[in-house]
């Protein structure tokens, strides 16, 4: 059974693929290091988001509109103690490809195809095993958009909520409907948090990241669950920004999560890959660090 997204008003999206897209444009592949390019002006960023596609413009309202600090506290309470399925990752992989987008599927990939796609890339490129599981994986949280969840819940740049917004999230001017903007608690620099006392005291808006890090976290080296939890935090990753809630351990495995997004952000190509060959390959790589099923 799969199941087609079509668009609507709380689903502006008719393909996730959209706003990655979108970050891309964004994020260009010759930029992929924090401070490479000091000439790149503020109205720089204004013109990605003027030529945005509407459905992306509107995805991004939603989601600076409702992740507000009470909104994520509400979904960890629902989703971390992981109670709606018990999975193999396999399984989990199975599951994610149900879910498909409204366009040909002849020429589309699935989110399996992408997957193994971006773990083949890692693999080709010599980097540890356990990197070459994380490529497979990193996005088996997207599986929230089955159990119903909007897609601004889901995908989407990350960002902390308890403290003011950083101007290098995309779309800052869509903070202002946000209930946090008008709680003064929540708006300095800091806000709830201590000056350098790391992201793992940080709450991060709600998404397939923190939802996926909390399924792995007992099973993978550290450095796979900062790609895992942080693949999403444009604005540290890319921009820089938040360094003030980071500390040096942070700093470090931020060199690991640099290392990952360009296997997430540019590896997809038009051929599909094959399943059958690549199989017992990952079926022995999955098992040395998973056991057979996992809370879901
Ligand atoms: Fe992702």
């Given amino acids: 059974m799969s199941h087609a997204i079509s668009p609507t008003e709380s689903q502006p999206l008719e393909n996730l693929d959209e706003v990655e897209d979108f970050m891309k444009e964004r994020y260009p592949e010759n930029e992929s290091l924090v401070g490479t390019?000091?000439?790149k002006k503020e109205e720089q960023f204004r013109?990605?988001?003027?030529?945005?596609?509407?459905?992306?413009?509107?995805?991004?309202?939603?989601?600076?509109?409702y992740q507000s600090f009470d909104f994520v506290q509400e979904k960890r309470r629902e989703f971390l103690p992981r109670s709606r399925r018990e999975m193999s990752i396999w399984e989990a992989l199975e599951f994610l490809n149900t879910l498909v987008d409204d366009s040909d599927p002849d020429t589309d990939l699935s989110q399996l195809d992408h997957l193994l796609q971006t773990?083949?890339?890692?693999?080709?490129?010599?980097?540890?095993?356990?990197?070459?599981?994380?490529?497979?994986?990193?996005?088996?949280?997207?599986?929230?958009?089955?159990y119903g969840e909007p897609q601004w819940a889901v995908v989407g740049d990350t960002f902390p909520v308890g403290c003011a917004y950083s101007d290098k999230i995309?779309?800052?001017?869509?903070?202002?409907?946000?209930?946090?903007?008008?709680?003064?608690?929540?708006?300095?620099?800091?806000?709830?948090?201590?000056?350098?006392?790391?992201?793992?005291?940080v709450t991060m808006s709600w998404g397939h990241d923190e939802y996926l890090y909390h399924v792995t976290k007992d099973y993978?080296?550290?450095?796979?669950?900062?790609?895992?939890?942080?693949?999403?935090?444009?604005?540290?990753?890319r921009d820089g920004a938040y360094s003030y809630l980071m500390n040096d351990q942070d700093r470090k495995m931020f060199d690991w999560v640099r290392k990952f997004n360009p296997y997430d952000l540019y590896t997809?190509?038009?051929?599909r890959p094959n399943l059958k060959e690549l199989r017992p390959f990952y079926d022995d790589l999955i098992s040395e660090y998973f056991p057979p099923t996992l809370k879901w």
Avoid at 188 to 198: A, D, F, Q, S, V
Avoid at 268 to 271: A, E, L, M, N, Q
């Fill in 268 to 271: 997809k190509s038009h051929t």
């Fill in 170 to 201: 995309v779309f800052p001017k869509f903070f202002a409907e946000n209930p946090d903007s008008q709680n003064p608690l929540y708006q300095t620099r800091l806000g709830i948090y201590e000056e350098n006392k790391g992201l793992d005291s």
């Fill in 37 to 39: 390019n000091p000439n």
């Fill in 119 to 146: 773990a083949e890339q890692i693999r080709k490129d010599g980097h540890p095993r356990w990197f070459i599981l994380t490529g497979l994986i990193h996005d088996l949280g997207k599986i929230l958009c089955l």
């Fill in 220 to 237: 993978l080296p550290e450095e796979a669950l900062y790609m895992i939890r942080y693949h999403s935090f444009y604005p540290a990753h």
């Fill in 47 to 65: 013109d990605y988001e003027h030529t945005a596609r509407p459905s992306v413009r509107e995805f991004y309202r939603l989601n600076h509109l």
